[in-house]
Structures are given as C-alpha cells and as structure tokens.
C-alpha cells in the first residue's frame, strides 16, 4: 500500500514548489505538455500525487524526469499553479531521496550548507597550500592530480550508488522483470540522451527550443571536452599548440554560454526562470567562473605572468573543488546524469511493456 505523507506538501516547497495546491486539476497543463503522452502523462498526475501525498508513488515514478522545463505549462495554467516549477521541485527531491548520504537534500533545504560547504572548501585549499610552502609547481601538480581522481572517487563513491537506488526505487520494486537483452537495448537510449537530450527538440516552439536546445548541447560538448584537455591531455602544463587552442575555445564556450543562462535567470521573463534556487544559480554561476578562470590561468601561463599572479590559479582551484565535491554530486549537475538514466529506465519498462 501506498504511504501517504501529509505533510509532503510543505516538504516540496523547501524543494522550491509554489502553490501546486491552487490547482484544480483541469488538465490543460497536460494537455499543452507535448511530451506527454497517452501512456506517459504528465504534469497533472504527478500534481495530484504531491497534492495527495504519494510519496513512494513519485519516488518510483520516472515522470518528472521526462519534463525539459519549457515553462509552456506554467504559463497557460489558469490557476497560476506552476505546474512546470512543480516538475522541478519533484526533480530536487527525488535528487535527495536517490542521494545515499542525504548531502544533497540538506544542500537543497539549506542555503547555509552549501556556504559552509563552500568556506570548508576554501579553508581547506588554503591549509594544504601552506602545507606545501605555496609551491606553485607543487600546487597544481596536486591540482591536475585532484582533477583525475575527483572524477573517478565522486563516481565511485556517490554517483554510482545513487544511480543504483533509482534503479532500485523505478525498476526493482515495482517489480519489473526485464531480460538482459531488454537491457541491452535499453542502454544505447542512455548515452543518445546523454549527449544530445534530443527529447528536448520534441518541445513546442519550435525556433525557440532549437535555440535552447543547441545552447545545452554545445555547453555539454564544451564542459565534456574541456574536462577531457584538462585531465588528460594536461592542457595548463602542455605545449601543444592544438592542445591550447582547443581549451581556450572550449573554456570560451563554457562562460560565454553560462554568461547568457545567467541573464537570463537574472532577468526572469521565461517561466522557468521566474523561481530560480540557489542550486540553480550555483550550477551556472560556478560553471561560468570554472570556464573564465580556466581561460585566465592558461592566458596567464601563455603570456608568463602567472607566478606574479598566482592567487589566480588558487581562484581557480578552490572553484574547481567546490565544483566537484557539492556540485556535481550534490547538486544540479546530478538532473543531467539522473535524467540520462530515467531515459533509459523508460525504454527499458515501454520494451517489456511491448513484451507482454
Ligand atoms: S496545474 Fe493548472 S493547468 Fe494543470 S490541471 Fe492544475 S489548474 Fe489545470
Ligand atoms: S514544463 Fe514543458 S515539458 Fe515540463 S510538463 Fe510543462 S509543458 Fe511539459
């Protein structure tokens, strides 16, 4: 039996939910969705599951991950319910629940963690650097090595776990028996939407979402590619000049596209940047200065002025860590991953769907 949690209502809006309670279910919100579907329909039912308080129905439910936030919802409900903001909050608090270690739904509901998280950070940069005297070659030789190991340990040790518990709440206790041939086929679904989130061009307004959806796609190519010079091909300590341009393209696009996401939030005329949280203005706000400061660092490096101006790279760095460990596996970073994977769980429950 389903458990019933009264008081969901006021949890979501520590997720950022506003007023889903006015709604008063008459369907254009899903009507308008042009991803929902006959068999996948939403966003009402997922309203009237928050407004009831079916708590494990929404946790093993893959629907508020097949939401791209186009806000069109939003904007057409006569009731001014937020249908879209509500899809999102669901996004956060799922977020929290398939978190194993309960950072991420701290981080959500407090502000104060995510500072706190942050001045550690800081602090913590600054002692190891005097640990090692302020050696600047020493600094960011353990720099490059962080960057290695943060990728792999942050995977390892949070993401992995976290994606298996999703599995768990969506595909094995609601008991969906699929073959390992289901599976199979399943996964290529993973890696498409993971590159290219096609879903997203099946969005109304047509000119717009192509706009919107080239914007994500380049900044994913951008952030993936610049992750790839930096930690593998050594791009501050290399002399390649291939190896150097492509980081400075890559690192322009990053804060030159997160430059435009943040005006945009800043400025508020589309729906879905009418309620911005802070995890939403963390993820642009530190992915821009991760893609300027790189830029900077390795400007600085070219024309030999980086020793005098060392505090630049530890800009950088303490940007980097708080980057890797709160906001990639804690925070907003986690919906592209996370969205990714139900992508994939959807296919895997439609194909044994076709099956029976
Ligand atoms: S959220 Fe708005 S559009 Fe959707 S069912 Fe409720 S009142 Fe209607
Ligand atoms: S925000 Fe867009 S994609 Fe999400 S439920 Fe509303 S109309 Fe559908």
């Known amino acids: 039996m389903s458990h019933i949690n009264p008081n969901f209502a006021k949890e979501l809006e520590r997720y950022g939910a506003k007023d889903f309670n006015l709604c008063f279910n008459c369907g254009n919100c899903t009507a308008i969705c042009s991803l929902s579907t006959k068999d996948n329909s939403f966003p009402r039912e997922m309203i009237r599951f928050s407004a009831l308080g079916l708590e494990d129905d929404i946790k093993s439910s893959l629907k508020p991950w097949m939401c791209y936030y186009c806000g069109e919802c939003s904007t057409d409900c006569p009731r001014q319910a937020h249908p879209g903001e509500l899809m999102m909050s669901l996004r956060r608090w799922l977020t929290a629940k ?22 550690l950070v800081i602090v913590g940069l600054i002692v190891f650097a005097a640990k090692l005297d302020w050696n600047q070659e020493k600094i960011m030789h353990f720099g490059h090595l962080f960057e290695m190991f943060a990728i792999a340990g942050v995977f390892a040790i949070i993401l992995l776990p976290n994606i298996f518990r999703m599995w768990l709440y969506t595909i094995v206790r609601p008991k969906v028996k699929a073959t390992v041939k289901v599976y199979y086929k ?13 879903r997203f061009l099946e969005c109304e307004k047509l000119q717009e979402t192509q706009i919107k959806w080239f914007e994500h796609f380049i900044l994913v190519i951008g952030y993936l590619s610049l992750l790839f010079t930096t930690v593998f091909l050594d791009w501050f300590g290399s002399e390649n000049m291939f190896i150097i341009a492509l980081g400075y393209v890559e690192s322009a696009i990053i804060f030159v596209v997160t430059f435009l996401f943040i005006l945009k939030r800043a400025k508020k005329t589309e729906a879905l940047h009418k309620f911005s949280q802070p995890s939403d203005w963390f993820f642009v706000i530190w992915l821009f200065l991760m ?13 030999g002025i980086l020793q005098n101006n060392f505090w630049l790279y530890l800009v950088h760095i303490s940007v980097l860590v708080q980057w890797a460990i709160i906001i990639v596996p804690f925070g907003k970073w986690t919906h592209f991953l996370y969205r990714s994977f139900a992508m994939c769980f959807a296919r895997i429950l439609e194909l044994n769907d076709m099956k029976k």
Do not use: C, N, P
């Open 98 to 119: 398939y978190d194993w270690t309960g950072l991420s739904g701290l981080l959500y509901k407090h502000l104060s963690a995510y500072i706190i998280g942050f001045l």
């Open 186 to 198: 399943a996964f290529s679904e993973l890696l498409v939407h993971m590159f290219t989130q096609k």
């Open 291 to 303: 893609g300027i400061t790189a830029f900077l660092v390795r400007l600085f490096i070219d024309i």
